[in-house]
């Protein structure tokens, strides 16, 4: 069951923030964020496991809600470097192979100047 | 620069020939992954490999699509016969040992006339 993100879309001005939600109907062992840039592999940005552990980058924060099944990705005082698209995953089958994941369709977001 | 390596970057084909992609990871990840992607989407798991066993194949993966990793280092994805919904990015993904970071290379863009 693919994890459904919102909003599709966002356009920001530089500085503004934003919140990129990712909702599962299944019981989530891990969800997982990246942002691909046009033309560019996607990169890992977070992972957020059961039991409230987080490692990522410094500069973006996430929660994830287990008991809702949502995880919310915070982009506070958004830089023109943040445009790209995210992409949230979840663990295919409820494995806890971090590699084999179901994506969301993305969300994307483009920071003006 | 993920450190994964795909080529070529672009194929264009004629609907029924044969192609073959070529994936080098980053060369302490035992893990590899094969994803595709289409205009819009995030990217859908086709198949993984730990060393060179291929544990899992997804069910987009049909018979004419097959890939291997001999010795454990790069892997190759190869589809027989191709058709017109066949064009898409793939991308291929690895991860270290026990690691929750999948690093993405910039894919394969497959376009079938």
């Known amino acids: 069951q693919q994890p459904v993100q919102s909003p599709q879309a966002v356009i920001l001005r530089e500085g503004e923030d934003a919140v990129i939600n990712c909702s599962s109907s299944?019981?989530?062992?891990?969800v997982h964020w990246y942002r691909q840039k046009h033309g560019e592999a996607p990169v890992f940005l977070m992972i957020?496991?059961?039991?409230?552990e987080q490692k990522g980058h410094e500069k973006i924060s996430a929660s994830f809600n287990e008991k809702k099944q949502q995880s919310s990705l915070y982009l506070t005082a958004s830089q023109l470097s943040y445009s790209g698209t995210y992409f949230c995953?979840?663990?295919?089958?409820?494995?806890?192979?971090?590699?084999?994941?179901?994506f969301g369709q993305g969300t994307t977001l483009q920071v003006k100047p | 620069d993920t450190g994964v390596s795909q080529n070529p970057r672009h194929k264009i084909t004629k609907r029924g020939q044969n192609v073959t992609f070529r994936c080098d990871p980053i060369?302490?990840?035992?893990?590899l992954y094969w994803y595709r992607q289409t205009l819009g989407q995030g990217p859908e798991f086709l198949t993984y490999f730990q060393n060179e066993a291929q544990l899992e194949k997804s069910r987009l993966l049909s018979d004419r699509f097959s890939a291997e990793r001999p010795k454990g280092s790069f892997s190759t994805l190869e589809i027989q016969r191709t058709e017109q919904g066949d064009s898409a990015m793939y991308l291929c993904a690895s991860i270290e040992g026990s690691g929750t970071e999948a690093f993405f290379g910039q894919g394969t863009r497959l376009t079938v006339v």
């Open positions: 995953g979840t663990p295919r089958d409820g494995s806890s192979n971090t590699g084999k994941l179901i």
């Open positions: 060369s302490e990840h035992n893990r």
């Open positions: 299944k019981a989530l062992y891990s």
């Open positions: 957020l496991l059961k039991g409230g």
